[in-house]
């Protein structure tokens, strides 16, 4: 049963504050996304990242960094948190085992700040 | 880029059926995901579809056409607990292997 964890399901934050959002997968994906989604905008990609120090700007990544040390974790940073960024943050993790395609998705992060 | 298009709310009666459809600029097109979402979770993975046709799982069935950028997903039997929204996302063909979302379709399921 593939498995993908966020470190916090709810966080409070100020504005300006250094946010460090953490997600692992246990199944060896080489994929891993960071999503944000806000009502009525559906899902929106931040960054991704395709392997081990690689990392790639989605589509949304401005006020964001992240950091993908090891396979299994994939970590989004909000350098100076704003409230603009009061948001549910989603991780996932990718696999194509015998040519099917399939994401996965952690429980999410609600962040608020104030 | 990529533009997804699904109604923004349903309703429907227990043990109907209800169908709810996505459409999606077919340029670029790779595949076409569903997933459910119930309020304050993170979205669970409902199906797959790349070839045309329908892919029927349990009560759940997947239809896609790519010529026509279409898709369905239609819920047979409907059970209280299928009140969700539900989410149509296309994978495009550019490499990032990441999907591109509709804002989603909140079902709500009535006695």
């Known amino acids: 049963d593939v498995k993908v964890t966020q470190s916090s399901r709810y966080l409070v934050k100020r504005t300006g504050e250094k946010v460090f959002l953490e997600c692992v997968q246990d199944?060896?994906?080489?994929?891993m996304f960071w999503y944000r989604q806000d009502p009525g905008l559906g899902l929106r990609l931040i960054y991704f990242s395709y392997d081990v120090k690689m990392k790639e700007k989605g589509d949304i990544p401005e006020g964001y960094s992240v950091s993908r040390e090891k396979k299994e974790r994939f970590s989004l940073i909000l350098e100076s948190a704003s409230t603009n960024q009061t948001s549910m943050y989603l991780c996932?993790?990718?696999?194509?085992?015998?040519?099917?395609?399939?994401?996965?998705f952690g429980p999410g992060t609600r962040l608020l700040v104030l | 880029g990529q533009n997804i298009d699904q109604p923004t709310e349903m309703t429907a009666t227990e043990g109907a059926i209800v169908q709810i459809n996505c459409t999606y600029q077919t340029s670029g097109f790779n595949g076409l995901f569903w997933y459910q979402q119930h309020a304050g979770e993170a979205p669970t993975f409902l199906s797959y579809?790349?070839?045309?046709g329908l892919e029927e799982k349990g009560r759940f069935s997947s239809f896609l056409s790519r010529s026509k950028g279409y898709s369905y997903l239609l819920l047979k039997e409907l059970q209280m607990k299928d009140s969700a929204s539900y989410l149509c996302?296309?994978?495009?063909?550019?490499?990032?292997?990441?999907?591109?979302f509709g804002s989603g379709t909140r079902l709500q399921v009535q006695p």
């Open positions: 996932a993790s990718r696999t194509h085992a015998a040519g099917r395609e399939t994401q996965y």
């Open positions: 199944m060896d994906h080489e994929n």
């Open positions: 996302a296309a994978l495009m063909d550019t490499g990032r292997r990441a999907l591109t």
């Open positions: 579809n790349v070839l045309d």
